[in-house]
């Protein structure tokens, strides 16, 4: 497991105690968030112990547990005990079959649909470069993802990458410079975010001709109180095209998306998680953390099957300040592939 090395500051005084742990054990990954939790035997998680997790994702916003033998089944199962699930169903337009036979499954490898290797060139392997950039999942969305439970069904050989990373956007908001904290607490700054913004960011020559308002736009406050720890929180991200207030973009909108967003990830906000085996599970909370997939020698060459389970936010904020009866946009990358 590696953490940032360079983190010069000390645990904020906001951050939550965690209450008494009964049946779990945490290692600390990280100074400010981010825990290792032993103790969990996922076949038989009592409501006692489920407290304590949720507790520990409160304080933390990043947890990992070790070879927890959840089968699709259980995953699911269990990710429903902390609300309702997203699906897939509205990216499986013309005919397009799911690679699971759960709709609650997200893909998050790198296998084509027989279960083999992306070619690098391929238009599905552009989309996913797009995965390697912060992002908070589900940010374009009209209503904003809360937790997300990550689990590992193939990896690549040891020393070919493929980890997880972390960033802490509750500390960075902590510790933004005073005039720009000032200037977001007095401002009611909303980011408009789109996952086509994010996906021409990471392949731009294959995206060049997109356009970003093929698909609609969803907004959600920048800056807003992260409601399990009481603390205030960044949501922001690579998915977050321009900044707005009272509907209208900001002067100079772009110059402060990029700054917000290279504030947020300095390496003294960061950690690493390494998968290690199959089984492993990673859950964070979207509304405190940003995160990003490694990259490394395995792509084009070894398997990475990771698959995803996406709860919907029920906090006051969850629908930002979008219309609930907002049209939920659906990325197909063939859609937007450049002609041959």
Sequence with gaps: MKQASNYSGSKMPGIIETPSSETIKVRELHPTFAAEITGVDFRDVSEEQFAEIIAAMAKYGVCVFRNTGLTDEEHVAFSQRFGELDNIRRYLAEGRKPRYNLYELFDAGNLDQEGEVLDPDSPRAHNNRGNGLWHVDSSFNPRRAGFSLLRACALPPPGHGGNTDFADSRTAFDELPQDLKQELLTHEYVGAHSMAHSRKL??????????????????????????????????????????EENGAEIPGSWELVQKLNDHATQDKYQTTVEWHDIGDMIIWDNRCVLHRAGGGTFEGKYKRDLRRTTVHDDS????GVNDEKSAWPAFIVEKHKPAA
């Design 202 to 243: 990471g392949s731009p020559a294959f995206f060049k001709d997109m356009d970003i308002f093929s698909l609609p736009l969803h907004r959600h406050k920048i800056v807003q109180e992260h409601e399990p720890s009481g603390r205030m929180n960044l949501y922001i991200g690579t998915h977050m095209h321009h900044i």
């Design 316 to 319: 006051p904020t969850a629908w």
